[in-house]
Each structure stands twice: as structure tokens, then as C-alpha cells.
């Protein structure tokens, strides 16, 4: 059959937060806390409904997609309102099926609907360069502190969104995780063994990696 992409709705949020765990357990730390930061980011101001979504297959919920609110500060003051998504997730026995890349351009579509011409987010660019995002330093697009992460991307929904300016990124107070609170939120839940494994470190890696400011 052909999957479905659909707004999420509150019958899908255990599905959607357990999905997320499984997917990003021990992946980049022993544990995770993606699905924590699902659990608390509907609840932020920043989180843009509209833009939450679920896709799937013969009934089941085996991906999802949420936005938040972000900025962009020019130079001279300006502020421009962009978006963020994270964590953009698969079940992990779909993954490497182009159920992802579907889902990022479905959500793309109804963003540019919505009026936004820019997404910022940070990730793997290996996973996100095919769906058109780019180096920030391309786009002139920093961190507050005047840094080009190598993980910080971005993504013109518009041509010239940019406008050749050079940007601060500010993002939303929604992605700020209390890891604390995140341990106590996944000892309520079913127990799941946290190990190091090879991909943390290129995690750690690239998390650490910056292009030069010339």
C-alpha cells in the first residue's frame, strides 16, 4: 500500500514518542532523548502544529516530522522569522527507504503554503543534502557566536531567501532538553539497555566539527 502522511493527532503521540525512541536509542549517546523532547515540544509556544506530521503505512505510524519556530538576526538588527524540524524520524525497519526524504518534501510543500522560505536545521549532511539543504556557510548563516557548525544546515524554500546577507541563527527554546528530566522521563517507560557503539563517535565528531571563517 501506499503510505499516508496526515497530521499528527494525540492517538498517535505513545506510538509516535516509543517509534522515536527505538530509532535513536544508543545512536549518538548510550540512551536517547529524542523522544523526550517529542513529549515536551507540543507543549511549547514554538511548536507549529500545522507542521506536525505522521506518515503512514498500512495503519501503522512508522514516521513523523515536527517543526518549530526559529530566527535568523542580520546585521543590522533584522529579524527573520524561519523554521527548524527535529527529530525527523523513521521506525528503524524502514529506514534507508526513502520514507524520510517523502516526508521532508511533503512538509517542505505545506511550509511554503504557510508563507516560510528558510529552514535551518542540524544533522548528518549525509542524510540531507539530496533533499536540496546546503553548508550554512554557503548562505552566510552562522551560530550566536559567529561559528559554522559543519552539522548546521540550511535550506532555501524560496530562491534568494537569503538575500546575501550574513545571518545569526537563533533557535527555539523548545530544543533546550533538561537532560535530568529526560533520564527520570525514560525510567518510567519499558526498560531498554544504553551501550557505546561506533556511531556515537562519529557523532561526536562531526558535533564538534566547524568550518573556518574566512
Avoid at 44 to 67: R, S, T
Avoid at 69 to 75: C, F, H, I, K, S
Avoid at 121 to 134: E, V
Amino acid at each position: 500500500m501506499e503510505p499516508i502522511i496526515r497530521k499528527e493527532t494525540p492517538r498517535d503521540y505513545r506510538a509516535v514518542e516509543t517509534m522515536t525512541r527505538n530509532a535513536f536509542y544508543n545512536i549518538y549517546v548510550p540512551g536517547c532523548i529524542e523522544h523526550y523532547l517529542v513529549h515536551t515540544m507540543r507543549s511549547h509556544e514554538d511548536f507549529i502544529p500545522e507542521l506536525d506530521f505522521v506518515l503512514e503505512l498500512d495503519g501503522q505510524v512508522i514516521g513523523n516530522i515536527m517543526y518549530t519556530r526559529a530566527a535568523l538576526l542580520d546585521e543590522h538588527g533584522g529579524r527573520k522569522e524561519i523554521l527548524t524540524f527535529g527529530p525527523l524520524c523513521i521506525a528503524p525497519a524502514y529506514q534507508r527507504s526513502g520514507y524520510g526524504k517523502r516526508l521532508m518534501e511533503y512538509s517542505f510543500a505545506q511550509a511554503v503554503s504557510m508563507g516560510y522560505d528558510a529552514i535551518v536545521i542540524f544533522g548528518d549532511p549525509a542524510n540531507y543534502i539530496s533533499s536540496g539543504f546546503r553548508s550554512c556557510k554557503k548562505y552566510g548563516v552562522c551560530t550566536e557566536d559567529g561559528r559554522y557548525p559543519s552539522a548546521m544546515l540550511v535550506k532555501e524554500l524560496q530562491p534568494g531567501a537569503f538575500s546575501g546577507k550574513k545571518w545569526r541563527y537563533r533557535g527555539s527554546a523548545a530544543l533546550e532538553i533538561d537532560e535530568a528530566a529526560a533520564q527520570q522521563y525514560d525510567e518510567t517507560l519499558e526498560p531498554k539497555i544504553k551501550c557505546h557503539q561506533p556511531s556515537q563517535e562519529t557523532f561526536y565528531i562531526l558535533s564538534q566539527s566547524f568550518l573556518p571563517d574566512d
